[in-house]
Nanobody, 125 residues
Framework: VQLQASGGGLVQAGGSLRLSCVAS????????MGWFRQAPGNEREFVAA????????FYADSVKDRFTISRDNAKNTVYLQMNSLKPEDTAVYYC???????????????????WGQGTLVTVSS
């Protein structure tokens, strides 16, 4: 499985970005997906996760009501719509696929086997 993330960039505080993550293979629709981020000097932290069918989503408290995770199984793609961005959202954002298919979305990075290369989001004040 290969994951290719894109959509990062430089944006002013209050702005929006949409990240995309395209997965290879034929099993995309059988797995939940997640977004994590890592700021310099910090550990990778959970941002959002979505179930295999899009029916359940989880968010970190820090992004709830500002970020929206969604997926299009026909396109093997998961998205992260980020609105009302803040300087503290600055980080490299990674999409990931957990080792377990179906079930509830996974929020622990240790449960993920596959990661994209990361896309940098920089929010200026």
């Amino acid at each position: 499985v290969q994951l290719q993330a894109s959509g990062g960039g430089l944006v002013q505080a209050g702005g929006s970005l949409r990240l995309s993550c395209v997965a290879s293979g034929r099993t995309f629709g059988s797995y939940g997906m997640g977004w994590f981020r890592q700021a310099p000097g910090n550990e990778r932290e959970f941002v959002a996760a979505i179930a295999w069918n899009g029916g359940t989503t989880f968010y970190a408290d820090s992004v709830k009501d500002r970020f929206t995770i969604s997926r299009d199984n026909a396109k093997n793609t998961v998205y992260l719509q980020m609105n009302s961005l803040k300087p503290e959202d600055t980080a490299v954002y990674y999409c990931g696929r957990p080792r377990g298919g179906y079930g509830v979305p996974k929020i622990d990075a240790d449960e993920y086997d596959y990661w994209g290369q990361g896309t940098l989001v920089t929010v200026s004040s």
